[in-house]
């Protein structure tokens, strides 16, 4: 998965289709080959983040899903933006997730795109933040996969934060006439310091628990046929990252290449 940058998208949403081919020619083709592609995320978090961007988002979008489609990629390459979930303003249960009103006039154009090219949805999903906004209401043993008890909602049961985040998101896509989009989680993982609930065992069981259920094709309670499509945040520490101090601690590494704990990839 290649990051489109938001300081990218007014260039690419104004371009030819020639100058898109260069772009991508130029920045990502160039570094990596084409068969090692699998999606381009554009604009991630751009909705919520910066208001700015939003206006580019669908554009660069349609210029680049040109452009692989004129060097014969658009099937092998797929195009997505990455969303946090406070896209929506009501998300718990899952049956009632909603997109909030003032982003919602960027979604629709995003999810017709992502519908008619056969697109995911690109989610980026972190439990942990939603545990510690409402730890009041939200047992950390649900967002760490060890809940003693499920809850029903609609007739399904859940009993993790990951399940009910994803399904949220395919609720609120219904919502506003989107059946069948698939869901992709482009980013979840958890921290290991530096904040409530964080360190190296915790990290551990909530990224081993997200890996075992990927590998094993574990479906979510909405849609347990389709298998959950995850990338893991992250392979190292970030010590320039902005924001909190818990956010440059989610590697499996540390700044020093020292592995932080043993996650297994495999269905073993």
Not at 189 to 217: H, Q, S
Request: glycine fraction near 8%.
């Amino acid at each position: 998965m290649i990051d489109i940058p938001n300081e990218s998208l007014p260039s690419i949403a104004s371009g030819t289709a020639n100058s898109t081919v260069d772009w991508l020619i130029s920045n990502v083709f160039s570094h990596i080959p084409p068969s090692q592609v699998r999606y381009l995320a554009v604009g991630p978090e751009a909705f919520v983040r910066d208001a700015f961007y939003t206006p580019y988002v669908v554009p660069a979008i349609t210029n680049l899903h040109g452009a692989l489609q004129s060097v014969g990629l658009a099937g092998r390459i797929k195009i997505s933006s990455p969303q946090p979930i406070s896209v929506m303003s009501g998300f718990y249960p899952p049956s009632s997730a909603h997109f909030d009103p003032l982003i919602k006039p960027a979604m629709i154009p995003l999810l017709q795109f992502l519908r008619d090219s056969g697109s995911p949805l690109m989610v980026n999903l972190y439990p942990y933040e939603v545990y510690v906004s409402h730890s009041n209401r939200i047992p950390l043993e649900y967002a760490l996969f060890k809940a003693d008890a499920e809850f029903g909602d609609s007739g399904l049961m859940y009993d993790n934060l990951l399940d009910a985040s994803i399904d949220a998101f395919v609720h609120a896509m219904e919502r506003e006439g989107f059946q069948g989009i698939r869901v992709v989680v482009a980013e979840t993982g958890w921290p290991t310091a530096c904040g409530e609930a964080a360190g190296v065992d915790n990290a551990l069981t909530y990224n081993d628990n997200v890996v075992r259920r990927a590998v094993n094709g574990v479906g979510t309670p909405k849609r347990p046929k389709e298998e959950m499509e995850v990338y893991m945040f992250d392979l190292f520490d970030e010590n320039e990252r902005g924001g909190d101090e818990y956010q440059k601690h989610f590697g499996i590494f540390s700044l020093a290449g020292v592995k932080l704990y043993d996650l297994r990839f495999s269905s073993n």
